[in-house]
């Protein structure tokens, strides 16, 4: 019997071992985080954690959804019970989750960060916070020392369009930081325009941007505006959120009429929305392209689905679940409408479905080329998929439809600043699909070739792709 998670942890072969040791293992391979949810401003002042609860469960709507699950009551969650009983609240939990990514992301922070071998439980929970809440004393556990301790040499936070970005100026200006803080472009608001807040963010865009916004006309050039912005502050990278990557063509004159319809806040057909979702997608895909960005695709997610929570704690509080509604056929046909002008930018696409992996695998494959390896990518399994069975099944699939080789790889997708063991979690199981496919004679041991393929997908090949002013390794 293995002892648990050992330095051999998920690595079932010695070519697994060999790979992870000398071509992905942190910190020796530093990380790239291009896309997460972590606060810039967090960041430039260098938050210092009073306890492993604050660093570890606020915010954390992965493990708040175990909580509840485990019969929690929602006080020791998102209420107002003191950080210690949460604390031990989720000691209690963590046992149970037998199988689930969180016992082990857990266990790979708690070793990672702050040097325990144990396994957290309920007898063990005390003298984890003692041991946790010291270390969180030193400089190595502020904000800007895990970001060291992980080797991580740039970040991309998600910021909105009317974002002032003053605290990644501020992260530039400080020599005494030198990791990339980069935004990416996040413009979900202004596109979302059956939301009941949409005139008043408009609004706010008109403002921000200099732009009086009263046509689709001015919404163009006021997003124009605000990309420029971002670009002053290298921003190269954007993403959506969408429910699935629609299309339903109109011309111009139909959606400035409909875009004149929702600022007058009357309601729209879901012909209506579609269509303006479309024509704004197709529009800033072009600027994307235009401006050399690469532009990201989350789709498949149906949101707050608990109405009672939702009115009590808000959006991203653990009450969203995967939607099998995602169209291949309108991911296509949007994809060619931009193909049918030159002005698809560099794109990876997500589902959070994953039986999407093989569709996605064979769509992305009809508009290749470019000069551009991968031009379009499949993005790494995420949100409800990023544990051992999706991450193999998602890299197998891109494997069998794709070039691998050419994978982008891990992200955090996160608000955690603990969360940079997901790469060695990730590396792991990228360093034992290969591992097993060499030893069972499926791939030839050319060490130098599959040197490359493991550095190129745990850093590599995302420095090259979003062109980044990073050294490789």
Partial sequence: MKAFMDETFLLGTKTAQELYDKYAAMPKIPVL????????????????????????????????????????????????APDHEKFLEWARTLPKLIGNPLYHWSHLE??????????????????????CNEKLKSPECSVRGLIRQSNVRLICTTDDPVDSLIWHEKIKA????????????????????????????????????????????SLKKALMNRMDHFADHGCTVSDHGLDYVMYVPASDDEVDAIFKKALKKQPLTETELLQYKTAFLLFVAGEYCRRNWVMQLHYGAKRDNNGYMFDRLGPDTGFDCINNHTPSAQLA?????????????????????????????????????????????QGSAWWFNDHFT???????????????????G????????????????????LCNMIGDWVENGEYPYE???????????????????????????
């Fill in 33 to 80: 985080d291009y896309h997460c949810h972590i606060n810039p401003q967090e960041i430039f002042e260098d938050r210092k954690f009073e306890n492993i609860t604050q660093v570890w469960l606020g915010g954390d709507h992965y493990k708040w959804r175990q909580m509840r699950t485990n019969g929690v009551d929602e006080k020791y969650i998102t209420g107002d």
């Fill in 110 to 131: 708690l070793r990672y960060y702050f040097g325990y071998q144990g396994n957290l439980n309920a007898d063990t929970a005390e003298e984890v916070w003692n041991l």
């Fill in 174 to 217: 400080d020599p005494d930081f030198d990791v990339q803080v980069l935004p990416a472009f996040r413009p979900d608001k202004a596109m979302n325009a059956e939301k009941p807040d949409f005139t008043d963010y408009i609004a706010k865009l008109s403002e921000t941007s200099g732009v009086q916004i009263t046509d689709l006309a």
């Fill in 333 to 377: 046909d949007f994809l060619n409408a931009l193909a049918s002008k030159n002005t698809i930018p560099k794109t990876i696409v997500y589902s959070l479905n994953p039986i999407d992996d093989a569709a996605i695998g064979s769509v992305i494959g009809c508009f290749q080329g470019g000069g551009v390896k991968n031009r379009i990518q």
């Fill in 390 to 408: 999706g991450m193999t099944n998602q890299m197998r699939s891109l494997a069998s439809l794709s070039a691998l080789g050419n994978f982008v």
């Fill in 410 to 429: 891990m992200l955090t997708d996160s608000r955690s600043f603990l969360s940079y063991t997901r790469h060695d979690y990730f590396r792991r199981i």
């Fill in 447 to 473: 060490e130098k070739i599959l040197s490359d393929i493991i550095r190129g997908i745990s850093y590599n090949n995302a420095v090259e792709y979003f062109g980044f002013d990073l050294q490789k390794v």
